[in-house]
């Protein structure tokens, strides 16, 4: 019984939180992903190049001397106006096209791929680790759990709550499901679809950006960590239904833990290949993923 006790203690209840931590940033990311595809019906291949876009644009502003938490802050704010620029500039531009979703996905996979380059052009191609806003470590109930990965469970959890809270409780975010839900009598209704739109993307951009700079501080940053990275948070949207933002909590939290959990048993090139192998049995049995639409929630 001790044995199950110190192994719960010192080894699984560490992974637990490792997971969840690396599950909150994953949520911001597919969530963003989410709110693009419910709202523009565009999935957006370059949504890991902008996650790496925060990661990059707080390690430089660090090396300006700006303090991480500021940086919490004013990256996202800053990457707002970047991502109602693409919207407006390129996505607009073939949005109206009958084959939109091809033409929309090929620009988005070039618009990343210029991005990676660009970061590996600006930053090199070697990997930077920048230190922990919050060293040291609490033990709770016996088990050694790091500040800042508490921190960003906490702080990651209270953002999710507020897009929520602000999709599904506000004026706002009724005008953004009405255009969801049926963009011609929306603006019939008078709600400014255009701007709804752009700012949508924008948001979904800047929601990235927002899991770039918490997550600098526990991964390395590199000009390819988009790539990585948007492979799960597409797997988490898919799982958990295209469209649905509680779906993105469930699948995000769920996968992440499998991935931690399976970690401890086999080798950890093998947990990328569970999380998919999860992701087609869904795709086989329910299609459409545990969770509705954006418009239909």
């Known amino acids: 019984m001790a044995e199950v006790l110190d192994y719960i203690q010192f080894v699984l209840a560490p992974q637990v939180v490792t997971g969840l931590a690396f599950g909150v940033a994953v949520i911001l990311v597919a969530i963003g992903l989410t709110i693009i595809f419910g709202l523009l019906d565009v999935i957006n291949m370059s949504h890991g190049e902008f996650y790496a876009f925060g990661a990059f644009s707080a390690l430089a502003l660090g090396w300006l001397g700006i303090p991480f938490w500021l940086l919490l ?51 090199g191609p ?55 839900f049926d963009r011609n009598m929306a603006a019939s209704l008078g709600v400014p679809v255009a701007w709804v739109y752009a700012g949508a993307f924008a948001f979904g951009i800047s929601l990235a950006g927002f899991a770039g700079v918490l997550l ?36 995000g939290l769920f996968l992440t833990q499998v991935q931690a959990i399976a970690s401890l048993y086999i080798s950890p090139v093998w947990t990328d290949p569970i999380v998919f192998g999860i992701m087609v049995v869904m795709l086989m049995v329910r299609p459409q993923g545990l969770f509705g639409r954006l418009g239909y929630a």
């Open 216 to 251: 600098a501080p526990i991964y390395s940053v590199f000009p390819t960590m988009g790539r990585d990275f948007i492979l799960m948070a597409f797997t988490v949207v898919i799982v958990g239904g295209m469209g649905s933002i509680a779906g993105a909590v469930v699948a």
């Open 126 to 180: 070697n990997p930077y680790r920048p230190e922990t806003p919050i060293p040291g470590a609490v033990v709770l109930f016996g088990i050694f759990l790091p500040n800042y990965r508490l921190f960003l469970i906490v702080v990651g959890a209270l953002v999710i709550a507020a897009v929520a809270l602000v999709v599904y409780r506000t004026r706002l975010g009724a005008m953004v499901r009405a255009a969801a």
């Open 73 to 123: 802050v004013l990256v996202p704010l800053a990457m707002l106006p970047v991502g109602y620029a693409v919207e407006r500039i390129l996505i607009q531009r073939v949005f109206n096209r009958p084959d939109r979703h091809v033409t929309t996905l090929l620009l988005t996979f070039g618009l990343g791929l210029v991005l990676e380059d660009a970061f590996r052009l600006g930053f």
